[in-house]
């Protein structure tokens, strides 16, 4: 489905409660990742190659099968970003523009919809914080109801990506984004939360007043039991306008990024080159 890409305001005036409720994306909004979800149409248009798909496939498995590690993060962010230098900037917004919905909206976590929207009933300012390119970001982040977002972005010049990041939200960045949207809309940290599925996100969530891990990896359930931090699942993707749940395998070949062929041929190529045993 087509349509207008939705706009988030760059700084909503303060919210009436007061605080902040900040949100990471993959695997905490949506099952799975938001940088890979779009490799099918970008692979439609030309700008992927089948071999650079099954390459982004395999580190898809790597995120699903080990959790987004520090490691697994920096090999998805040189996937991403090799793929990416020289893309023209404006077909990369058409072609989100034209599949947002379509790819996005089956991915999107029920449970997190319905928390969103239990926050903004309470007045808080909902952010989004990313990892993945702000062109990817910003519109899931208005889909879903955010009122604005930090994301990664990369540079840009004579409207192509060059393949160096200008910001990286990722990590103590993103506990720095809660910072200073603190100070500047005068909400205390104490008051704020976070909800996050990763170790890597350990920064926000210790910044804030109220954390809480959703769909934790192995690191980060250790840390909520020893914390005593809430623990949430998020297990219901569904369309948001038909709340209809995909097939089984629908959801985690559509976060993968690629079609089933190329999705079983990544299974193969990873227990191929493991070792013996493992």
């Known amino acids: 489905m087509s349509g207008v890409l939705p ?12 605080a902040a409720a900040f949100f990471d994306l993959d695997k905490t909004i949506i099952a799975g990742s938001s940088a890979l979800a779009f490799s099918r149409p970008f692979r439609r248009q030309g700008l992927i ?12 498995l790597l995120l699903l099968l080990s959790g987004a590690d520090a490691d697994t993060m ?10 990416c230098t020289g893309w023209e900037v404006a077909q990369i917004r058409a072609i989100v523009t034209e599949t947002l919905h379509d ?21 808080d300012e909902v952010v989004v914080l990313s990892a993945s390119g702000q062109e990817v970001v910003e519109p899931i982040a208005a889909l879903v109801g955010a009122d604005r977002c930090f994301a990664t972005r990369m540079g840009v010049a004579d409207g192509r990506y060059t393949g160096v990041i200008d910001y990286y939200c990722y990590g103590e960045e993103k506990a720095q984004a809660a910072r200073q949207i603190a100070a500047e ?11 996050s599925d990763s170790i890597t996100d350990l920064p926000l969530l210790e910044v804030v007043g109220h954390p809480t891990v959703v769909n934790p990896d192995r690191a980060l359930r250790r840390e ?9 699942t998020f297990a219901d ?3 948001l306008r038909m709340r209809l ?18 999705a079983l041929a990544a299974v193969g190529w990873y227990v191929r080159r493991r070792p013996a045993g493992s």
């Open 7 to 18: 706009l988030l305001r760059p700084a909503p005036p303060p919210s009436a409660s007061g």
């Open 49 to 60: 190659t089948r071999r650079a798909a099954l390459r982004s496939g395999y580190a898809q």
């Open 74 to 83: 920096e090999l998805l962010r040189r996937r991403i970003t090799a793929l």
């Open 103 to 123: 790819i996005v909206e089956p991915l999107v976590y029920a449970e997190a919809t319905e928390l969103i929207a239990e926050h903004r009933a309470n007045g």
């Open 185 to 195: 809309q005068g909400y205390r940290l104490a008051d704020c939360r976070a909800y």
């Open 224 to 232: 909520a039991e020893l914390r005593g931090w809430p623990v949430l």
């Open 237 to 239: 993707p569904v369309a």
């Open 245 to 262: 749940r995909p097939p089984p395998l629908r959801a985690s070949l559509t976060a993968a990024g690629v079609g089933a062929a190329a």
